[in-house]
């Protein structure tokens, strides 16, 4: 996993106020509630993947917004994921970084939360 594991220590709090710092949050709220799973968006437990976290924090539904226009929250969301994965251009199949084999819960609520904190980190610095 490419997160420093210092980076709690240097960042500042995410700003619940930014939606897209919102979607990230509600998405660890929600794999911490429900658990987190593999190779499907909600498995039949509930339990969610990144992808699926995601999906139902900016729409509400772990399937909301497929064959949809994306939610600018949401695909700024996802942007911000691929930037603290260091994803070539921000862009990142989720599904596959999801399903990687060895891939833990801890590691996607530490990529969320990374999202998170990078996200307010920049909003900080354009004084927002």
């Not at 980076?7 to 619940?16: G, H, V, W």
């Not at 429900?34 to 139902?56: E, K, N, P, V």
């Not at 939610?71 to 399903?99: D, Q």
Request: proline share 6%.
């Amino acid at each position: 996993m490419p997160l420093d594991g210092d980076i709690k220590q240097f960042s500042p709090q995410p700003d619940l106020q930014d939606p897209v710092c919102r979607v990230l949050m509600d998405a660890i709220r929600l794999i911490r509630e429900r658990g987190w799973t593999r190779f499907q968006m909600c498995d039949s437990s509930g339990r969610l993947c990144i992808h699926g976290a995601l999906r139902a924090a900016a729409y509400g539904d772990p399937y909301g917004g497929v064959g949809a226009l994306q939610a600018p929250e949401y695909s700024a969301a996802c942007a911000a994921i691929g930037r603290v994965l260091r994803a070539p251009r921000g862009r990142l199949n989720h599904a596959e970084w999801n399903n990687a084999p060895g891939r833990t819960a801890a590691e996607v609520i530490s990529a969320l939360e990374g999202a998170a904190r990078s996200l307010a980190a920049q909003n900080m610095s354009r004084g927002e």
